[in-house]
């Protein structure tokens, strides 16, 4: 009697061809990662419909990945090699999170058959990224793994967030299953409006003597945009952005806009004061950092929130929060709303900052000189990438956002997404002008992803402020008022000749006319660019820090 058919024999394909099944699916067939040992059987031989995005550094990987997924409207496919991948990408990644940006990455692990005896390279990989990921998973048989991958998909979308698959590096080459994963092919996720929340909302704010709005990251989208502006309109009201913002709620040149929220208390309150209904949308309410005395928000004052996100409205100080989708809500809030009195209060627009006069011949130039260089010469669509802590109000002041997507952050405070993330949005939005603002100092935690923008071509101007320190550490050293601080400056490093070393076009600048005559050459042509250039830019530090 012949023998029964083994499940090699039964099946045609391997987990690695089921695999790639499921990413042309779920359109995951594009791969940012810096790779290692355990990853050869993924990616070597990758079909021609898949592409691999080489950055030099994990951080960076991950950070291309968040803004590649943030400028697409989707997720992005990362892979990482055990331990050590994971290891650095762990900061990385808790940014992702905290931007909502949907990753779906892959791990990679030793031989699964000899990993009880803990070889080389064998990854102590569970809690090894903390909460950060959306999920976690292992796959308890090589087979699982296409199913997997289909989950961390559809969980990476619902949290917005980074949803980890380890795979031990023989699990690609077993036979895969004929059957159907433990993930849905297709999952819908209807906006759901509650009927009774959008009477509340209307009718709290209908009645309102002077309302007042505050718009976050969860609203930075054409829908949102559009329904704010009505709802606004209908109002009466000021619209504020949150304090820390990771991108724009609501067009900043529109004359409702009254400003960035302060983010310590006291100036919070004296901002709020005076309204007697604030409505927070698609934002926590409020994120601070210092921690200062007194309320949050002023006496009297009640609290409204919309937000997509079951987080940001659980640990919030609301009165009333209602989860949904924010277009949707602010969209059918507004159609119950009757246009407000005339004779009621009107939006205050944000204070105008007004050009700084060009710096005297000898004097450094200064980040606002910079940045109001750049709000006369950039388009509308240009997507503003910040990480330059110190002089990120400077910036507020002086560039808006005028359409969704164009300032971007990195949500959770850390260093090193600004510039990785600047080359992702790039590629995920060839068609956008690309610029990114950067401290020298913060340039310098993501730098290695200056050759992913040489090598793949990525057209992003990248505006470095080069001030030789820390200078938002130097700022809060000195409020702090406990003496000298321990860090010395480090004027000698210069960010433009490690460019050139990755590959980078890049020019010293330091007066105001070669800045004028660079910008004015370079900006207008940004849209078509499809060469990097750093702008390394000599300036004195900005003598104080908050907005």
């Known amino acids: 009697m012949r023998d029964q058919p083994s499940e090699r024999d039964a099946s045609p394909i391997s987990v690695r061809d089921a695999a790639f099944e499921v990413m042309r699916r779920l359109r995951l067939t594009t791969i940012f990662g810096n790779p290692g040992s355990t990853e050869i059987p993924f990616l070597t031989g990758l079909p021609d419909d898949m592409t691999f995005r080489l950055a030099l550094h994990e951080g960076p990987a991950v950070g291309l990945a968040t803004g590649w997924a943030l400028a697409q409207g989707r997720p992005a496919m990362v892979n990482l090699h055990t331990a050590a991948g994971l290891g650095n990408a762990v900061a990385a990644l808790a940014t992702a999170r905290a931007n909502r940006a949907p990753l779906v990455v892959v791990v990679g692990q030793q031989d699964r058959r000899h990993l009880a005896h803990d070889p080389f390279l064998a990854g102590r990989l569970n ?165 200062e005395p007194g309320d949050l928000v002023p006496d009297g004052l009640h609290v409204l929130q919309v937000t997509s996100h079951p987080d940001e409205a659980h640990n919030s100080i609301a009165d009333l929060s209602v989860i949904a989708d924010p277009a949707s809500v602010c969209r059918r809030v507004a159609g119950r709303l009757g246009p407000r009195d005339p004779a009621g209060p009107r939006p205050g627009a944000a204070p105008i900052a007004y050009p700084m006069a060009a710096p005297d011949p000898g004097d450094r130039l200064r980040p606002a000189h910079v940045f109001d260089l750049l709000a006369r010469l950039l388009p509308a669509d240009a997507v503003v990438v910040e990480e330059t802590p110190s002089s990120r109000p400077e910036l507020h002041r002086r560039v808006p956002a005028r359409t969704p997507m164009g300032f971007l952050s990195a949500a959770a405070g850390g260093l090193g997404f600004g ?129």
Not at 240 to 255: I, T
Not at 482 to 501: D, K, L, Y
């Open 127 to 291: 809690g090894l990224a903390g909460e950060y990921p959306v999920w976690t998973h292992q796959p308890v048989r090589a087979q699982d793994i296409p199913g997997a991958l289909a989950r961390a998909h559809h969980e990476a979308v619902t949290a917005q967030g980074p949803a980890l698959v380890t795979v031990p590096m023989d699990d690609w080459a077993a036979p895969a299953d004929t059957g159907r994963g433990a993930a849905p092919v297709v999952l819908r996720r209807p906006r759901v409006v509650d009927g009774e929340g959008i009477d509340q909302l209307a009718e709290l704010l209908g009645g309102a003597r002077a309302p007042v709005i505050v718009v976050g990251a969860g609203a930075d989208g054409a829908e949102s945009w559009d329904a704010l502006v009505d709802l606004a309109g209908r109002l009466g009201a000021p619209v504020w952005q949150e304090p820390f913002g990771a991108r724009a709620g609501f067009p900043q040149d529109h004359p409702a806009f009254a400003g960035h929220l302060p983010p310590g208390r006291a100036a919070l309150r004296a901002a709020l004061t005076g309204h007697d209904v604030l409505l927070v949308v698609g934002a926590p309410v409020f994120r601070q950092y210092p921690r």
């Open 419 to 547: 510039l990785p993330a600047a080359v992702g949005v790039k590629l995920g939005a060839p068609d956008r002008p690309v610029v990114a603002v950067l401290g020298d100092g913060s340039s310098l935690y993501g730098i290695q992803g200056l050759w992913s923008a040489a090598h793949y071509r990525a057209g992003v101007l990248f505006v470095v402020l080069a001030n030789g320190g820390y200078a938002i550490m130097d700022r809060l050293a000195e409020q702090a008022g406990r003496g000298t601080p321990p860090w010395p400056g480090f004027a000698e490093v210069r960010v433009s000749t490690i460019a050139a070393g990755f590959g980078c076009p890049a020019r010293r600048v330091a007066s105001h006319d070669e800045l004028t005559r660079v910008l004015a050459e370079v900006v207008p042509a940004l849209a078509d660019r499809q060469e990097p250039l750093l702008l390394d830019i000599e300036v004195a530090p900005d003598p104080t820090y908050g907005s």
